[in-house]
Each structure stands twice: as structure tokens, then as C-alpha cells.
């Protein structure tokens, strides 16, 4: 997981996915991480409260969504078995554009 700077605190970026396959990248401060870690578990589904959403204008992101979605103090998570929110979401970036060097410099999942 890629960490970054901002306002000289680092936090950490990890990508999620919603229920239409659109994926974001989630900010979670690393002050919090240990929290986020105990209740996140890949290949759960879960509904947030009280989360912000920001733009996303980070150097390097893990989605190319314009937005990101923030954990504070006061996001609350319940894990809840949403059946259609798919498992795995691939997004590759074609051969011709990749030798073309038409690619999204900015983001670290390819497109």
C-alpha cells in the first residue's frame, strides 16, 4: 500500500470497488490504520457512514476517478453481504496504447 504526504502527515491509499464496478481510491490517515485494518477485509462488503469525499488530485492514486473517499473519526462501517458487488475488477490498458505511450502516468493500476 502506497503511503503519501500531506500536511506532514502520511496516510494510506488503498483502492475499493462499488457496486457498479467503479473503483476509488480510500484515504486512511495512518494514525487510524490500525482500526481500518482489524475491521476491512478483502473480499468483504460493507456500508460507510459519515465518510468525506474529496478530489482526488493526490500525485499518484490508485484509481483514475476524480474523487476519493476520506475515513475520519466519526466513519462507521457494517459489514453487510451486498451480492452484487463484484469480486475482481480489471481495467487493462491496451498493448497499442501502452507502445503509443498513451497511458496515465498518474495512477499506480493501469487503465
Known amino acids: ?3 503519501f504526504l500531506e500536511d506532514e502527515l502520511k496516510h494510506s491509499a488503498f483502492s475499493i470497488v462499488s457496486n457498479r464496478g467503479t473503483k476509488f481510491q480510500l484515504k486512511v490517515k ?3 490504520i490500525e482500526k481500518w485494518e482489524q475491521q476491512l477485509k478483502e473480499g468483504k462488503t460493507y456500508i460507510a ?3 468525506e469525499v474529496e478530489s482526488n488530485k493526490e500525485d499518484y492514486k490508485t484509481t483514475k476517478h476524480g474523487y476519493k473517499l476520506v475515513f475520519v473519526k466519526g466513519t462507521m462501517l457494517k459489514e453487510q453481504d451486498l ?3 463484484p469480486h475482481y475488477v480489471y481495467d487493462f ?4 496504447s501502452i507502445i503509443n505511450k498513451n497511458v496515465v502516468a498518474d495512477v499506480l493500476i493501469g487503465k
Not at 93 to 96: D, G, P, R
Open 93 to 96: 490498458t491496451k498493448f497499442e
Open 1 to 3: 500500500m502506497p503511503f
Open 49 to 51: 457512514q459519515n465518510f
Open 83 to 85: 451480492l452484487d458487488i
Open 30 to 32: 495512518n494514525l487510524d
